[in-house]
């Protein structure tokens, strides 16, 4: 299968190359936040952050609604998202390749009196039984791997029957990658090997192995904190401004990410 909004990846891309790249990516939360490295007050900024930045989360991502099942997230991080389903009981297991995160993922969880477990693990090739998690969660992951379709078939293997996901990629079409052409600054961190950004109908094909898939486009503008000087100016006043202004109807399908709730 073909990806016409691939920019970086395939057979020329390993393993390594992603794991590299980052391991040594500064993300832009962690730079604004002030408090004490993995202390309880730094986690519970980036996770402020993360909520602001990512608000849909907490209206589509359905947190409250395993406990007592299994949850795999394939690309954690450090497990901002995964702590939201663990507070409401699921047991959740975190998979990453870049080792600074995973070790910082259990101190999050240590910190915060969470359980969870993390492996170090490669998305296109788990180490897991088929039929394994009720749910798959990875938020932001599909876009930065070398080979998705072999990440989507690994989660569609280890998923129960039945069972559900909720995938994030890139929209190719949306505000976001308008906003980088237009300002020529890169928005959406394509450098990254194996980077990919997807039309609809390309996710969709994507996903041909689940029994149900659901698209929808989400991450609007919004009022985040992370941009800073003439940049916040620019974005708060008029890119925000602009999409609060003009109807749902022209800007829904503009979306900086195509969110996918599929079923197996």
């Keep these: 299968m ?17 794991r590299d790249f980052w391991e040594n990516f500064q993300y832009d939360d962690v730079r604004i936040v002030d408090s004490t490295p993995a202390s309880r007050e730094y986690f519970a900024a980036l996770a402020a952050i993360r909520s ?7 209206r589509l991502a359905n947190f409250e609604g395993y406990p ?19 507070r409401h009981g699921a047991r959740v297991t975190g998979i990453e390749i870049s080792r600074p995160d995973l070790a910082m993922a259990r101190t999050h969880f240590s910190v915060m009196g969470l359980d969870g477990e993390f492996i170090e693990m490669n998305g296109e090739k788990m180490g897991f039984a088929d039929d394994t998690f009720d749910l798959v969660f990875a938020q932001g992951v599909v876009q930065y791997t070398a080979h998705p379709e072999r990440m989507i078939k690994e989660i569609h293997r280890v998923m129960k029957p039945g069972g559900a996901g909720f995938l994030m990629a890139y929209n190719k079409y ?4 308008a906003l980088s052409a237009v300002s020529g600054k890169n928005l959406m961190h394509e450098e990254a090997p194996g980077f990919t950004s997807y039309s609809k109908g390309q996710f ?6 689940f029994a149900s898939v659901e698209i929808i486009p989400e991450r609007f503008p919004v009022r985040t904190g992370l941009h800073q000087g003439v940049m916040s100016k620019i974005f708060y006043g008029a890119i925000v401004g602009l999409f609060s202004l003009l109807p749902k109807a022209w800007t829904g399908p503009l979306g900086a990410h195509l969110i996918a709730r599929v079923r197996k």
Excluded: Q
């Excluded at 073909?2 to 992603?18: L, Q």
């Excluded at 969709?204 to 192995?209: I, N, V």
């Design 2 to 18: 073909a990806h016409e909004g691939r920019s970086a990846g395939g057979d020329d891309v390993t393993i390594e190359d992603i």
């Design 52 to 58: 602001r930045r990512m608000e849909y989360l907490a």
């Design 68 to 86: 007592g099942k299994r949850v795999l997230e394939v690309g954690c991080r450090i497990g901002l998202d995964l702590a939201n389903f663990a």
């Design 174 to 177: 949306s505000w976001l990658s």
């Design 204 to 209: 969709r094909e994507l996903l041909a192995p």
